[in-house]
């Protein structure tokens, strides 16, 4: 740990008859590194306090980071010699303080230059918004679109939604809520679009022309850590998180960014669908998440023809995939709704304007505006508390 010392700097023969200047000593002590930050004390808001007495006396006051630092010794050294190679001096006392907390988060945040890691203020123990992940583990069965029609369909409602585009791959997010804008920056936040009254994040915003990302495991950490704490969401009710299929990386990252956040499986009527969703659901298990409930997407279709429904994808994986979680889970998994096959689901997926706002009473309509429904009965600011404070068995 070299202190940069001058060594030219010594006292040249005996005390010299004048005091030595303030600035002379604080130059002196800007030549001493921080033994493990290796920055320069003055820099770091270590020097307290420099005292000089008429006849060349120094005293010197030193914040260490934390009590018992163990390096306040070879600090305490260092700054010794520093100062005694000033013209002038005649003796050299350093006393030791200690940073207090709102000293120390200071220097963190300088260190960062200037910039401190945010946190995630859905994680904050005191946040009141409810944040869902809507997961599956198979592809294609409709994630995206519940998404966006459990947002719109919330927001309507009148309660402040935002939505992440948390599949980094798909992103499918924006041009489903009909959003092609980008986000702007305001100092370092970013302000997310909206629309449908939804406020929305995906990473196709910020890559160019919407091409496909193939990011590695900690750039997509490091994503989604921005998308939840450098995105100015402001104070939301809910906060619905799309991830791509499967149990990857993000589905973990969001564990470990917003443990309280709770998982929407979404599946569709077919077996094999229902048993990925299952294994896809158990990762809570492991990750300590609550799981709201199953919606099962593409259970069946009306018939243009009579009113029946028909099974297209066969039926009870819904049912199947719940009853599989609340043995794993070992609490209640309920269905929240099945959501037929509808064409003008697709359609207003395909227009940016969701279902549930551009035909409401179309059956897809109405079956995802009842899982909303059911959503925003749950309690506002309840998130990690049991299922038990909520009439989920009401649903
Ligand atoms: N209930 C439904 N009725 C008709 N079409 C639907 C229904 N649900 C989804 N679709 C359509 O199926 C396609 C896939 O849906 P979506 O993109 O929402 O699935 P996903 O699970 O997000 O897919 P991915 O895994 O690729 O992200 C879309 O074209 C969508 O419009
Ligand atoms: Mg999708």
Known sequence: MATDTPAESAQEGGPAATAPTEDAVRAALATVNDPEIHRPITDLGMVKSVGIAPDGAVDVGI??????CPMRDT??????????????????????????????RELASSLKGGKAEREVPFAQPGSLTRVYCVASGKGGVGKSSVTVNLAAALAAEGQKVGVVDADIYGHSVPRMLGTDARPTQVEDMIMPPSAHGVKV?????FTPGNAPVVWRGPMLHRALQQFLADVYWGDLDVLLLDLPPGTGDIAI???????????????????????????????AVQTHQKIVGVIENMSGMPCPHCDEMVDVFGTGGGRQVAEGLTR??????????????????????????????????????????????????????LSGMS?????????
């Open 201 to 205: 994040i995906s990473i196709g915003m």
């Open 387 to 395: 299922l038990g404070l909520t009439p989920s068995n009401k649903f």
């Open 253 to 283: 990252s969001v564990a470990q960014l917003v443990p309280n956040a709770e998982i929407l499986v979404v599946t569709t009527p077919q077996q094999a669908a229902a048993e990925v969703a299952e294994r896809a659901g158990s990762i």
């Open 328 to 381: 794993t889970t070992g609490a209640e998994v309920p269905v929240l709704g099945g959501i037929p096959i509808d064409l003008r689901l697709r359609e207003g997926g395909d227009e940016g304007k969701p279902v549930v706002l551009s035909d409401p009473d179309s059956p897809a309509g109405a079956a995802l505006r009842d899982v909303a429904g059911k959503l925003a009965a749950r309690q506002r600011g």
């Open 75 to 104: 600090i305490t050294a260092n700054v010794t010699e520093a100062v005694q190679g000033v013209a002038g001096v005649t003796r050299v006392s350093v006393e030791l303080d200690v940073m207090s907390d709102e000293q120390r």
């Open 63 to 68: 914040y260490l980071t934390v009590s018992g």
